[in-house]
């Protein structure tokens, strides 16, 4: 079984940082895209940003500039650091992968438990 946990979440002050991290772990022959969600009380969920097995990125409007996401094949992990965190920034995080596992099982669409990320005015 294929599972993604997300770490890294928190409470910042307005301006600050974090970096979330999420790490893929099972008998996984290869992962695809991987990407970040998010969904704040009462508003819809949201892609954040993507990232390729190739390194291609892809953010939301409302992040470009301030938060990067990349990734560590070798470790089945993928990091978003988010900079300048504004209290629109407030929301459950969820980590998303497309993962090839053994016996040529797909998982298109896997989700993490989410980590929490509240930013403070």
């Known amino acids: 079984q294929v599972q993604l946990v997300e770490s890294g979440g928190g409470l910042v002050q307005a301006g600050g940082s974090l970096r979330l991290s999420c790490v893929a772990s099972g008998s996984i022959f290869s992962i695809n895209d991987m990407g970040w969600h998010r969904q704040a009380p009462g508003k819809q969920r949201e892609l954040v940003a993507v990232?390729?097995?190739?390194?291609?990125?892809n953010y939301v409007d409302s992040v470009k500039g301030r938060f990067t996401i990349s990734r560590d094949n070798a470790k089945n992990t993928v990091y978003l650091q988010m900079n300048r965190l504004n209290p629109e920034d407030t929301a459950n995080y969820y980590c998303?992968?497309?993962?090839?596992?053994?016996?040529?099982?797909?998982?298109?669409?896997?989700w993490g438990q989410g980590t929490q990320v509240t930013v403070s005015s």
């Open positions: 998303t992968a497309d993962v090839w596992a053994s016996y040529n099982i797909r998982y298109t669409n896997l």
């Open positions: 990232i390729t097995s190739a390194g291609n990125t």
